[in-house]
């Protein structure tokens, strides 16, 4: 199996520092965008954890005898115990947590695992899917057919997340199996980009581009509309099965 990929990450703005945190590791098939909450520093501290720790878990020895499924939630557990209890060792970190989103690709196939808001797509010429469901309270009132896309987009108030990695010491993730096919690219981001760049306009930057371009186009965008939030793209692009 081969593949190839590239990540870029910008502070965005309006923000001092980038609580974004993101990983590639080829070798362990493992791709992880996380976006930090809880103040200057815990956001930051939460975030570096978590990917820490998923690499810890799905890279252990042992991770052979687990389902893929069954790693990623560890992984997520293992995370969210951590941080939580790093937590309430120091009184700055209170309250931290983070979003996180990954791809783990084993056995020809590809594992997307989320909490929070930062987002996977798949994009197959010349269209794209969001392939993940945020747990925000925007989305929820969504869902439950309180607020249109439309009206949510000029809503108040939509970086409020519902689920997010360490806010709580146990967290529960979904995890979606997908066989993959030649060509097919994965989109992993916080909302620093989804937030900014619409999913037309996504689109239209993978249609556009050379896949070495897209997350600098990516970034480019996100800055030009405004650039509220921190903002990390990864892209993984499946090059041979």
Same mark, same amino acid.
């Given at each position: #199996?081969?593949f190839q990929?590239? !990540?870029l990450s910008?502070k965005?703005l309006k923000?001092?520092?980038?609580?974004?945190s993101?990983?590639?590791?080829?070798?362990?098939g493992?791709?992880?965008?996380?976006d930090?909450?809880?103040g200057h520093? =815990?956001?930051e $501290?939460a975030?570096?954890?978590?990917v +820490?720790?998923?690499r810890?878990?799905?890279?252990? %020895? &042992?991770?052979?005898?687990? /389902?893929? &499924?069954e790693v990623?939630?560890q992984?997520?557990e +293992?995370a969210?115990?951590?941080?939580?209890?790093?937590?309430?060792?120091?009184?700055?970190l209170? =309250?931290?947590? /983070?979003?996180m989103?990954?791809? *783990?690709i084993? +056995?020809n196939?590809?594992?997307i695992?989320n909490? =929070?808001?930062?987002?996977s797509?798949? *994009?197959?010429k %010349? *269209?794209?899917?969001q #392939?993940?469901e945020?747990?925000?309270?925007?989305?929820?009132?969504?869902?439950?057919?309180?607020?249109?896309?439309?009206?949510?987009? &000029? /809503?108040?108030g939509k970086? $409020?997340i /519902?689920?997010s990695?360490g806010f709580?010491?146990?967290?529960?993730?979904d995890?979606i199996?997908?066989?993959?096919? $030649?060509?097919?690219v994965?989109?992993?981001c916080?909302d620093?980009l989804s937030?900014m760049v619409d999913?037309?306009l996504? !689109?239209q930057?993978?249609?556009?581009? %050379?896949?070495d &371009?897209v997350t600098?186009?990516?970034?480019?965008?996100a800055l030009?509309?405004g650039?509220?939030?921190?903002v990390? $793209?990864?892209v993984?692009q499946i090059?041979d099965?």
């Amino acid at each position: #199996m081969r593949f190839q990929s590239w !990540c870029l990450s910008d502070k965005g703005l309006k923000r001092e520092g980038n609580q974004d945190s993101f990983l590639i590791d080829e070798r362990l098939g493992l791709f992880i965008v996380a976006d930090g909450v809880g103040g200057h520093q =815990g956001g930051e $501290v939460a975030s570096a954890i978590a990917v +820490e720790t998923v690499r810890e878990v799905v890279g252990h %020895p &042992k991770a052979g005898r687990f /389902t893929p &499924k069954e790693v990623l939630y560890q992984a997520y557990e +293992e995370a969210s115990h951590r941080i939580f209890d790093r937590a309430n060792q120091d009184i700055k970190l209170n =309250g931290m947590g /983070t979003t996180m989103v990954m791809g *783990y690709i084993r +056995e020809n196939k590809i594992y997307i695992a989320n909490v =929070g808001d930062s987002r996977s797509y798949l *994009y197959r010429k %010349p *269209y794209i899917w969001q #392939m993940t469901e945020d747990h925000s309270l925007i989305n929820e009132q969504i869902r439950l057919g309180l607020l249109t896309e439309e009206q949510a987009h &000029k /809503t108040i108030g939509k970086n $409020v997340i /519902t689920r997010s990695v360490g806010f709580e010491r146990d967290v529960f993730p979904d995890v979606i199996e997908r066989e993959f096919s $030649v060509g097919d690219v994965f989109l992993f981001c916080s909302d620093g980009l989804s937030g900014m760049v619409d999913d037309q306009l996504m !689109c239209q930057i993978f249609n556009q581009n %050379p896949m070495d &371009k897209v997350t600098p186009k990516m970034i480019e965008h996100a800055l030009a509309n405004g650039g509220d939030d921190n903002v990390t $793209v990864l892209v993984l692009q499946i090059q041979d099965v």
